[in-house]
C-alpha cells in the first residue's frame, strides 16, 4: 500500500477514545485527559421526525414529562443496541462533544467499544456499524468485563487468575481471567435496571402505589441494599394511588427494599457461584488470595460485597470508581494497542470477525 500522508497526520493527530455504552450511563475516556464524559444513556426525539430534540443529561430530566409529541427512549437495552439511528446520533454527540474540549479537533478518531460477554454478532455489528456511522476512523470492540478488570488494575496479564464482577444497567458480566485469556465467562440480564422494576412491583402490590423508574433508583440508591446494614434507613416514596387515582406518598425501611430486590441480587450471587464451580482449582486458590473484584454502577449497592463474601467464602471488594472501569479499561486496551491487541472480540478493525 503506498504511503498517504494524509492517513500518516489522522493517524498521529488523532484522538483514541474509549467508550463504555453502557444502557444507564454512557462514559467517554480520552487518551491523555481520562474520563471527559459521563451521561445518561437518554435521548429525546420528535415522534414525527424521529430527530433527536435532547441527548444525555439533558434527555434524562425530560423523562415522564414530555408532550405528547416527544418521546424518551434508551437506544441501548440489556447492553445492546435496539434502535440503531438513535445510538448514532448519541455517539456523534458524544464523539463531537470530546472534539470540543479539544485544542485541535481532528475528525475520525479511533474508538474501542466495550460490550456484554454473551452479545451475538450481529449485536457486535450493530455497535460496530454505529460508531463507523458515528465518525469513527477505527472500531474495536472489547467485552465489558474484560475491559472492567483491565481498568480495575487486575493482573490480567499474569498466570495467576482474577475474577471480575461487572453489574451495569442492563447486564450483569461475570469473567474468571488469566494470561491475556477469558478463563470462564457468565453474562446475564439481571442488574440495575432488574432491581428498580422488583422495586417498582413491590411498592405496587403492596401499598397500591404507582412510582416512576427514577423514583425506584433514588430510593435503590439512597438505602437499597443487600445485607443486613449496621442501622436500617428509610425512604419517602412518592406516586399515583392505584385505587383512589391521587398522588400519594409513604415511607419504606431498607428492609422491605432488600426483600424487594432478594431474587435478583441472589440470582447475580449464583451466576458468580457457578463461575467459581467451573473454574480450575488452581485459580480457586489464587481467588482466594486476590478476592473478587467488584465493578459498575450496580457493586454499589450497599452490603453486595458483604453479600459475596459472606456466601463464597472468598474475599469481594469493590474497585476504585467502579462505574468508570470498562471506560477506563477500554482506553488502557487502546493506548498499548499491541500488548492488548488479544483483548479485541469479534469485528475488529476492519469490520470482519
Request: net charge negative; aromatic share 4%; with cysteine.
Amino acid at each position: 500500500m503506498a504511503f498517504n500522508p494524509l492517513n500518516w497526520l489522522l493517524g498521529f493527530f488523532s484522538l483514541d477514545i474509549g467508550i463504555d455504552l453502557g444502557t444507564a450511563n454512557t462514559m467517554v475516556n480520552v487518551s491523555g485527559k481520562g474520563i471527559v464524559i459521563s451521561e445518561p444513556s437518554w435521548v429525546a426525539i420528535d415522534k414525527r421526525t424521529r430527530e433527536p430534540l435532547a441527548i444525555g443529561a439533558e434527555a434524562k430530566e425530560m423523562v415522564g414529562r414530555t408532550p405528547a409529541n416527544v418521546l424518551t427512549v434508551r437506544p441501548v437495552r440489556d447492553g445492546v443496541i435496539s434502535e440503531f439511528e438513535i445510538t448514532q446520533a448519541m455517539l456523534e454527540y458524544f464523539i463531537g462533544k470530546v472534539h470540543q474540549q479539544s485544542i485541535v479537533p481532528v475528525p475520525r478518531p479511533r474508538v474501542v467499544i466495550g460490550i456484554p460477554a454473551g452479545v451475538t454478532k450481529v449485536e457486535k455489528r450493530a455497535v460496530y456499524d454505529a460508531a463507523i456511522s458515528a465518525g469513527a476512523r477505527e472500531v474495536y470492540l472489547i467485552e465489558e468485563p474484560v475491559a472492567a478488570a483491565l481498568g480495575a488494575g487486575l493482573p490480567i496479564n499474569e498466570i495467576r487468575g482474577s475474577m471480575v464482577v461487572d453489574i451495569g444497567g442492563g447486564t450483569s458480566d461475570v469473567a474468571i481471567l488469566s494470561m491475556k485469556g477469558v478463563v470462564v465467562s457468565r453474562s446475564l440480564r439481571v442488574a440495575g435496571d432488574e432491581l428498580d422494576e422488583d422495586i417498582i412491583q413491590y411498592v405496587r402490590n403492596k401499598y397500591n402505589l404507582l412510582i416512576g423508574q427514577r423514583m425506584a433508583e433514588h430510593a435503590k440508591i439512597a438505602i437499597g441494599s443487600a445485607y443486613h446494614l449496621p442501622k436500617e434507613k428509610t425512604a419517602r416514596l412518592r406516586g399515583r394511588n392505584l385505587l383512589s387515582g391521587l398522588p400519594e406518598a409513604i415511607e419504606v425501611s431498607s428492609v422491605e427494599l432488600r426483600e424487594a430486590m432478594s431474587s435478583s441480587v441472589q440470582i447475580i450471587v449464583d451466576t458468580v457461584k457457578d463461575a467459581l464451580d467451573e473454574a480450575p482449582p488452581e485459580i480457586v486458590a489464587d481467588l482466594m488470595d486476590m478476592g473478587i473484584c467488584m465493578a459498575g454502577g450496580g457493586s454499589l449497592l450497599q452490603g453486595l460485597d458483604e453479600r459475596l463474601t459472606n456466601e463464597l467464602n472468598i474475599r469481594a471488594w469493590v474497585a476504585e470508581d467502579p462505574m468508570s472501569c470498562v471506560a477506563r479499561g477500554a482506553g488502557i486496551a487502546l493506548e498499548n494497542l499491541p500488548m492488548w491487541n488479544s483483548l479485541f472480540v469479534g469485528l475488529g478493525r476492519d469490520g470482519r470477525g
